[in-house]
């Protein structure tokens, strides 16, 4: 009974070995160096991030970078003032060493800015009352001192719009956040992977919001909304204050749909 026993072990070890070898071979470091696509000249500083594993590095002075990957995944490149690439990962990727990666630059137009200076009066108590107040609260995000920003509105009134609106059907965020769960598990990642953070505080446009989450702008803005988020606070805030509002958008959710 013992030799049985000592038999079946034996063949279930080896096939688990066997298993976890397929499984580690599918797991890469993917080596590349970026260039400028104009002058072919290495790149410093540029983001690139795995947007399946949420993962992100910098590379490095020589523009040289490494990133785990699996086959089928797909590596975000983001530089201030290039045209982001958005490149699968295949064999033949990973099988060359040091890839080149080209970024090309865009071409920005300058638009006419107008200034609208508030209308003063002169009056003090008259002009304090035109002055726009945003009743929103403030928070901080840790790591990030000095750093205040808008939380969502926590009066009687939006807490019961929130609650009403979550135990609705067909309510939108019930449709966003039910449908996607696995899109809205990747904010904890997002939140703590460094790189991703330090990228996202110095974006204004979602763009890597959007490829990470899958989601579209309008809903990005759409679960602000319901979530009580300022137009203000919607249109001013860098993608890693969007990133944090969403993310305690999405844990009241999850309390109030328990």
């Known amino acids: 009974m013992k030799k049985k026993s000592f038999i079946f072990l034996y063949f279930f070890l080896l096939s688990f070995n066997f298993i976890y070898s397929q499984i580690d071979k599918s797991r890469f470091i993917l080596k590349g160096v970026v260039e400028n696509e104009s002058d072919n000249n290495k790149m410093s500083g540029v983001h690139i991030i795995n947007l399946n594993q949420v993962y992100g590095v910098i590379s490095d002075l020589n523009g040289e970078f490494n990133i785990p990957v699996n086959i089928n995944d797909t590596i975000y490149f983001s530089y201030i003032g290039f045209k982001p690439l958005k490149i699968p990962v295949t064999n033949d990727i990973v099988k060359f060493k040091n890839t080149k990666f080209q970024l090309t630059e865009l071409a920005y137009a300058l638009e006419e800015v107008i200034i609208k200076p508030y209308q003063l009066t002169g009056y003090l108590e008259v002009d304090v009352r035109n002055v ?25 009134s939006s807490i019961s719009k929130a609650i009403s609106a979550i135990f609705n059907p067909t309510d939108f965020l019930y449709n966003l956040f039910g449908k996607n769960p696995k899109q809205m598990r990747k904010l904890k990642k997002m939140r703590e992977d460094n790189e991703i953070k330090n990228l996202l505080s110095t974006k204004f446009n979602r763009e890597i919001l959007i490829q990470l989450l899958k989601i579209k702008i309008f809903d990005i803005e759409e679960i602000l909304r319901n979530c009580n988020y300022s137009n203000s606070f919607i249109k001013e805030a860098n993608d890693l204050q969007i990133l944090e509002a969403i993310s305690n958008c999405y844990e009241e959710y999850k309390v109030l749909k328990l």
């Open 132 to 156: 726009p107040i945003n009743p929103a609260g403030r928070y901080r995000i840790a790591g990030l001192p000095n750093s205040g920003y808008e939380a969502g509105n926590r009066n009687k």
